[in-house]
């Protein structure tokens, strides 16, 4: 079982930079042995992929979206899952999630992800 608790959201303006938390409760097994992602949920919007990490931090994805933009990253001593973003935008309004799935490598699909958190809210005005 491992419980996600994000942690970073808030209210920027477009051009502006917020750095998202996640850490992970992980028992029975090491942080390092899951993959992690990171998805949002826009207003009135369906969940969509932002960035996934492999369990060594070593192989990451994003979508084309926020491709240049964000940054995802993991400190496995931690147990602590990052996404840097930068020159944000209002169309980047959402809620935030952590995912995290057994295994090595990096997943884009929402329905492979075993674990989420509660999200964070982040606000871009234009």
């Known amino acids: 079982q491992v419980q996600l608790v994000e942690s970073g959201g808030g209210l920027v303006q477009a051009g502006g930079s917020l750095r998202l938390s996640c850490v992970a409760s992980?028992?029975?097994?090491?942080?390092?042995?899951?993959?992690m992602g990171w998805f949002r949920q826009a207003p009135g919007a369906g969940r969509e992929f932002v960035a996934a990490?492999?369990?060594?931090?070593?192989?990451?994805d994003y979508a084309e979206s926020v491709k240049g933009r964000f940054t995802i990253s993991r400190d496995n001593t931690k147990n602590t899952m990052y996404l840097q973003m930068n020159s944000l935008k209002p169309e980047d309004t959402a809620v935030y999630y952590c995912?995290?799935?057994?295994?090595?490598?990096?997943?884009?699909?929402?329905?492979?992800?075993?674990?989420w958190g509660q999200g964070t809210r982040v606000t871009v005005s234009s």
């Open positions: 995912a995290a799935v057994t295994g090595w490598l990096p997943q884009v699909s929402e329905g492979d992800y075993e674990y």
């Open positions: 992980a028992s029975g097994r090491t942080f390092s042995t899951y993959a």
């Open positions: 990490i492999s369990w060594s931090g070593g192989s990451t």
